[in-house]
RNA sequence: GGCGGGAUGUCCGAGUGGUUAAAGGAGACGGGCUGUAAACCCGUUGGCUCUGCCUACGCAGGUUCGAAUCCUGCUCCCGCCA
């Protein structure tokens, strides 16, 4: 049997705290001592419907806390998603409607579903507008439990109170709502992310004063996205899906920053191929890894042949959409069926012409001729830039 | 309750009567280059029936030959003092 210890240290080995020192090592010892599993707390919210890597991180972590027999309660924030949560954010979050909240949370337990292990056995599945949505006594109750002065000692909290900036009540009262979260569940460990760091250690103080044992923390490094700096998040367009087709999983991997390949292979607990590579082979490697993760390893290898065919060598794709074009006339107004068939206004075709930036059949379309011949197009492959493609047919 | 600040294009943010479709930055897109959908360089970035026209600087009016810029009212947001 592996002691306590060393399972603590091969959980926390690529998370970045674990807090407070021995709380950990602690919840196992005394899970294993009760033969009872820990309840390991997860907080999501379902602000956006799609799970990414960076969400994977932490997922990942949850999933080798099952894989020791520890159950993980996911806590899909549908009530909290109504104060949104100000965490590293320098303004407040708008507010979703019911209905987005409902979708999302649907759709991220389908996708967390993925990395996780659903057996009822290790899973459990929980929506805090069950015990967030509570009486006015209730909740004086539980905002007894902190003071504003303990509030603002986060970091952003701080940073806008001295700038002058806003902060709402709503706002405030987050922290203390994830904390009951841990009140309401009897969380033995809840893991988050290093920018959750203050909320996580106020579910401590809250479970304490609700005369809980109080949760181990774990900490998680935050994945930055493939823009290398900032943290991974949809609203900032520089995430991966982990739902993502194997090409564009493929390609937005081969976008990372060299520099920021380190912090990938570790979070994502990717082995590093062998250093003798240079860094474009370590970057396929790593990018091969992905796409073999969420689809296979066949998808993996289809994937790099299409980015070098249509990366590297410029090629035109196999597979490619055919769009429809009316063609009774002779000529064709290209703007025209440009817009209509990539989406854009004609404006914007009109430059992307003049830019050099369609090419029918792979030559570029000379700017003078707006106006082309039916024929021309007809069974083309139209292409804007280099990743936008569709092949003309016409109507008749 | 009092005082003050603010609302500008996808976002941030200049601009206080006239070459302003609106500086600058970010993002995005196109081109070049490249191991790369990286970096770097160049360019573009409201729409359209495109040497012009239409729409746009919170909303509604007004002044003016002319307003994002001045005036009036309204809506919303924020800070400070009490």
Redesign the pocket.
């Known amino acids: 049997m592996e002691s306590a210890a060393s399972k603590s240290a091969q959980l926390t080995a690529n998370a970045a705290e674990a807090l407070p020192a021995g709380a950990l090592e602690a919840k196992l010892e005394l899970a294993e001592k009760e033969g009872r599993q820990l309840r390991v707390k997860l907080g999501l919210d379902p602000t956006a419907p799609d799970i990414h890597l960076g969400h994977s991180v932490v997922l990942t972590k949850l999933r080798e806390f099952q894989d020791q027999g520890h159950r993980v309660v996911l806590i899909v924030g549908d009530y909290t998603a109504r104060v949104g949560d100000p965490s590293g954010r320098s303004e407040t979050r708008p507010v979703l409607t019911t209905e987005e909240i409902v979708a999302n949370a649907a759709s991220y337990e389908a996708q967390a579903g993925r990395i996780l292990d659903q057996d009822p056995e290790r899973y459990e599945l929980r929506y805090n507008s069950e015990w967030l949505d509570m009486s006015m006594a209730d909740l004086l109750t539980l905002v007894r439990t902190t003071t504003v002065a303990q509030l603002l000692e986060r970091e952003d909290f701080a940073n806008r109170y001295r700038s002058?900036?806003?902060?709402?009540i709503l706002e405030l009262l987050y922290p203390l709502m994830q904390g009951y979260d841990s009140v309401a569940i009897a969380s033995d460990v809840e893991i988050g992310g290093t920018d959750q760091t203050f909320n996580l250690l106020l579910g401590r103080d809250i479970q304490r004063h609700y005369g809980m044992a109080e949760q181990a923390v774990m900490t998680m490094p935050i994945l930055t996205g493939i823009?290398?700096v900032e943290k991974m998040s949809k609203t900032k367009?520089n995430e991966i899906a982990i739902e993502a087709s194997a090409?564009?999983m493929?390609?937005?991997t081969?976008?990372l920053?060299?520099e920021a390949m380190a912090g990938w292979f570790d979070l994502l607990a990717i082995p590093s191929p062998p250093d003798v590579t240079?860094?474009?082979d370590t970057?396929v490697a790593l990018s091969k890894a992905i796409v073999t993760r969420f689809h296979d390893a066949a998808a993996a290898d289809r994937a790099e042949a299409q980015?070098v065919s249509q990366?590297?060598e410029h090629e035109i794709p196999e597979e490619v959409d055919t769009f429809r074009f009316e063609a009774s006339g002779g000529s064709i107004h290209l703007?025209?069926v440009l817009?209509e068939a990539f989406g854009i206004?004609?404006?914007?075709a009109?430059?992307?012409v003049e830019?050099?930036?369609v090419?029918v059949d792979g030559d570029a379309v000379d700017s003078c001729d707006l106006d082309v011949s039916a024929e021309l197009l007809s069974g083309a492959v139209v292409q804007?830039?280099?990743?936008?493609f569709k092949r003309f047919e016409p109507n008749r």
């Open positions: 002058g900036a806003p902060i709402s823009d290398g367009g090409d564009e493929f390609g937005r081969m976008r920053p060299d240079g860094p474009r970057k980015f990366f590297v703007p025209m817009a206004s004609r404006s914007e009109r430059r992307l830019q050099g930036g090419k804007i830039g280099r990743r936008r």
